[in-house]
């Protein structure tokens, strides 16, 4: 198993450019998560689903949309970048109880 | 919403002194209370994990106290050896109501110095 991949690794945005970061999980997890983290600081979840065709919105969802079309993917819209979005951006999953497991981050810098 | 709270947010031990962490949680509707710890550049990893019918959780050097009535939890390491250092959250979640979703502390780096 793969776990939780996430691309690409790093990213370089120019202010108002939109981009998509990908997130897939090959165990089958019906929960999954997406939470940045800004420099030094804890993690704030951003958007969750807990099943294809489900989202819903968590701590900070401004400037971000996602998709949940299939039990593997679950990607997150950047629309029109702005430079309080330069973070970490972390994917994760979960069986539904119990911890959540985490791809291995995003470096966006919008500048 | 779940308010974490984590202190401190420093710590700096000498090897093989023991090290403490503690939050507090917000809502009396959290049951479980997972530690995560973040090595530099890494992906935040799972340590310990405890639910809220038990009060203690060991799992070798570490192990994590839940006080539910007053809504707070800690992480003991014991025994700190140099590969310990790194930034630790706590978070708390109702489990699967609400989505599993966690809410994480702000974090503390630890510092163990040979």
């Known amino acids: 198993n793969a776990g939780v991949t996430q691309t690409p690794k790093f990213r370089i945005l120019k202010i108002g450019q939109s981009m998509t970061l990908q997130c897939a999980q090959d165990?089958?997890?019906?929960?999954m998560y997406w939470y940045r983290q800004d420099p030094g600081m804890g993690l704030k979840l951003i958007y969750y689903?807990?099943?294809?065709?489900?989202?819903d919105k968590g701590e900070v969802p401004n400037g971000y949309n996602v998709s949940r079309s299939t039990t593997e993917d679950f990607p997150l819209r950047l629309e029109l970048a702005a430079p309080s979005q330069t973070s970490v951006y972390f994917c994760?999953?979960?069986?539904?109880?119990?911890?959540?497991?985490f791809g291995s981050g995003t470096q966006l810098s919008v500048l | 919403g779940e308010n974490v709270e984590q202190h401190p947010s420093t710590l700096s031990v000498q090897e093989g002194d023991s090290a403490v962490i503690k939050c507090t949680y917000s809502?009396?509707?959290?049951?479980?209370f997972p530690w995560y710890k973040q090595e530099l550049g890494k992906r935040p990893q799972l340590i310990i994990d405890?639910?809220?019918?038990?009060g203690e959780k060991k799992d070798q050097r570490i192990a994590v106290t839940l006080n539910k009535t007053a809504k707070h939890f800690s992480l003991h390491i014991t025994e700190t050896q140099p590969e310990d250092s790194a930034v630790y959250f706590c978070?708390?979640?109702?489990?699967?109501?609400?989505?599993?979703?966690?809410?994480f502390g702000g974090g503390t780096r630890v510092l163990v110095k040979p």
């Open positions: 994760a999953s979960s069986p539904g109880t119990g911890g959540i497991w």
């Open positions: 165990m089958n997890h019906n929960y």
């Open positions: 689903s807990v099943g294809a065709g489900i989202t």
């Open positions: 809502d009396s509707a959290s049951n479980y």
């Open positions: 405890i639910r809220s019918n038990v």
């Open positions: 978070a708390a979640s109702p489990d699967k109501a609400a989505g599993n979703k966690l809410t």
